[in-house]
């Protein structure tokens, strides 16, 4: 550690809640981001890096705890990188991500706004995730060294989340909120598993072992899926594991597995290889049903997914002639949920499965006018696609976090549809799309909706109405 990194700063009074799931506070006129903090909170800090125009530093000591702090729930909080905002009671959260959406859309977009109306809070604030993916580690996160030095292999492997902001240090996980059951009981069923039966954890850095990740899916209508990755083959000891969590757990629905023999933890390049049950689990919304494969792209909360469709459905206002364009469809749920009020819906999605499965569920429901295509949307949308499958007269934007290429906003733009309904989950990137589509579109609506309660993130909706 460098001299620098011991540097401490005595009872600072946090100010503000910033950016990632932090919070502010100056010194000598410059900021300082502290994670695990509220405003109020008065603290002792260890800097952690100095730059130009700011400082990051960690809690050494709680001095004085805010009066608006509330005990947090979990016992991983202040290590683990998921539920930052816990020790913030849910109204406050509410109330910044709101006012995450204003400062956003006006600052960055520079937009002219309607009132914008209360966002849509989550009923559950725990158990609100239908997806967790846990990663297993030789060397779980450990307090000290000297921790380390009396531990043997068995001890110090874990299976759980990557602390705050290190890709490479996880924290072993003994009870996660964010999940309904099974998950927990497959997480720590598949830990004591396989620590009683020598089987080896990933070693992130020598790239060895055998146990790399684990996915767990649930849905509102009690299916479950599993996936474990392994890091090679070793077929004794794969059969072995699947075959003791079926018997274990006979409520999974589809129990898969993987091997992962890259150096990144990302599997959606990867074969996965069903062992028992089905391909799919199902989620229904409405009278719809969508199936859900193993790499599908499926909203986190499943409840307020639902809601946000609603609002969707609601700011496009169709009578039932539209032509209607899906962009970044992913697996089509929202080109489907529309459907019934439009003439036609065309889905777009650069992932190939994810377009089987929104065919395949366009099927299963027994939809006829909806169309998916696979594709980069900067490489799909253009005046001749438009010449193929008609002019949009409602786009229904809902992109990664990244926002939409220019390419795409000047495409839009000049196919002028009638409303936009842009849905992101990111506002600063949306305030730069709006921006960009341009001043021939009036916002008439804006409404957030919390998907991620204690986290900082949200999704906001809104309504671009073409200007006569
Ligand atoms: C936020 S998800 C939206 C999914 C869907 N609307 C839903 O509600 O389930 C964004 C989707 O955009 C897709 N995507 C990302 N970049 C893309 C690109 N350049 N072209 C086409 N699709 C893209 C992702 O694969 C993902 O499915």
């Known amino acids: ?44 800090v260890q800097v952690k890096n100095k730059r130009k125009d700011y400082m990051e530093g960690v809690v050494a000591r709680m001095v004085q705890p805010s009066p608006s702090r509330i005990d947090p729930f979990c016992s991983h909080y202040g290590l683990c990188g998921g539920c930052k905002w816990q020790a913030l009671p849910y109204s406050v959260q509410l109330q910044n991500k709101q006012q995450q959406v204003v400062d956003q859309l006006t600052r960055i977009g520079h937009l002219k706004l309607p009132d914008i109306t209360p966002i849509l809070g989550s009923e559950r604030v725990t158990e609100y995730r239908n997806k967790l993916e846990y990663t297993f580690s030789a060397k779980r996160w450990l307090e000290s060294a000297l921790e380390a030095d009396n531990l043997t292999d068995n001890d110090k492997a874990g299976l759980g989340f990557h602390i705050a902001g290190m890709f490479d240090k996880v924290l072993d996980i003994e009870r996660c909120y964010l999940q309904p059951s099974p998950s927990n009981e497959i997480r720590l069923f598949i830990k004591e598993f396989t620590i009683n039966n020598s089987y080896t954890y990933f070693d992130l850095r020598k790239q060895t072992g055998l146990m790399r990740t684990l996915v767990v899916r649930t849905t509102t209508i009690g299916e479950t899926m599993v996936i474990i990755v392994f890091a090679y083959e070793d077929k004794d000891l794969r059969i072995k594991l699947l ?31 069903l ?65 019934k009020n439009a003439s036609k819906v065309i889905g777009i999605e650069y992932v190939e499965e994810a377009i089987e499965d929104a065919k395949a569920n366009s099927v299963n429901n027994n939809i006829k006018n909806c169309s998916f295509f696979a594709g980069d949307m900067k490489d799909m949308l253009c005046r001749s696609f438009f010449d193929i499958n008609g002019t949009p007269d409602v786009i229904i934007l809902d992109p990664p976090r990244a926002g939409i290429h220019p390419d795409v906003a000047k495409v839009i733009s000049e196919a002028a549809p009638k409303k936009i309904v842009y849905v992101s989950c990111n506002p600063a990137t949306q305030a730069r799309d709006i921006a960009l589509i341009g001043d021939n579109y009036k916002i008439t609506k804006v409404q957030p909706v919390d998907m991620f309660p204690h986290t900082h993130h949200l999704e906001n909706v809104v309504l671009m109405v073409k200007k006569d």
Not at 247 to 264: A, G, V
Request: proline share 3%.
């Open 1 to 44: 550690m460098g001299r620098r990194d011991k540097e401490l700063l005595e009872n600072i009074e946090i100010e503000a809640i910033a950016a990632e799931g932090k919070s502010l506070a100056h010194i000598n006129g410059k900021v300082i981001f502290i994670p695990f903090t509220v405003p109020g909170d008065i603290v002792d």
């Open 243 to 273: 075959e003791a969590v079926q018997t274990q757990f006979p409520q999974i629905t589809s129990l898969n597995w993987m091997i992962n023999d890259k150096k990144n933890d990302s599997i959606s390049d990867v074969e996965c290889f």
């Open 275 to 339: 062992y028992s049950g089905s391909e799919f689990i199902s989620e229904k919304m409405e009278e719809l049903s969508f199936r859900i494969g193993p790499k599908s792209f499926y909203q986190t909360n499943s409840e307020q997914a639902y809601r946000l469709y609603c609002v969707v459905r609601d700011f496009a206002a169709l009578t039932g002639d539209e032509i209607v364009y899906d962009l970044y469809t992913g697996t089509g749920t929202i080109a489907l949920f529309l459907s």
